[in-house]
Nanobody
């Protein structure tokens, strides 16, 4: 499966962005999906995850209550709605897919830059 992340940009603190992760090659309903981010000089960390069915989600404490992960089966796309953005949310955001038998994420998008100004 090929993943294409988009939607990043420059936004002021308190603003919102919606990231999209469009898939091609296979249907995303076969995969658990995740959004990760990597800030300059830091390791890549998980931000949010959603199960194959969409019924279970996970959020990092730092984004809980502000970010929402969702998936659209028809559009074969996963979204990350980001509200109340903070400067510390500045990072490159990546989407990733994990197959049903995988213990780790197998497929990664190219990343999209999110910059939050204070």
């Amino acid at each position: 499966v090929q993943l294409q992340a988009s939607g990043g940009g420059l936004v002021q603190a308190g603003g919102s962005l919606r990231l999209s992760c469009a898939a091609s090659g296979r249907t995303l309903s076969s995969y658990a999906m995740g959004w990760f981010r990597q800030a300059p000089g830091k390791e890549r960390v998980v931000v949010a995850q959603i199960s194959r069915s969409g019924g279970t989600t996970y959020y990092a404490d730092s984004v809980k209550g502000r970010f929402t992960i969702s998936r659209d089966v028809v559009k074969n796309t996963v979204y990350l709605q980001m509200n109340s953005l903070k400067p510390e949310d500045t990072a490159v955001y990546y989407c990733a897919a994990k197959g049903p038998l995988s213990l780790q994420y197998d497929y990664w998008g190219q990343g999209t830059q999110v910059t939050v100004s204070s």
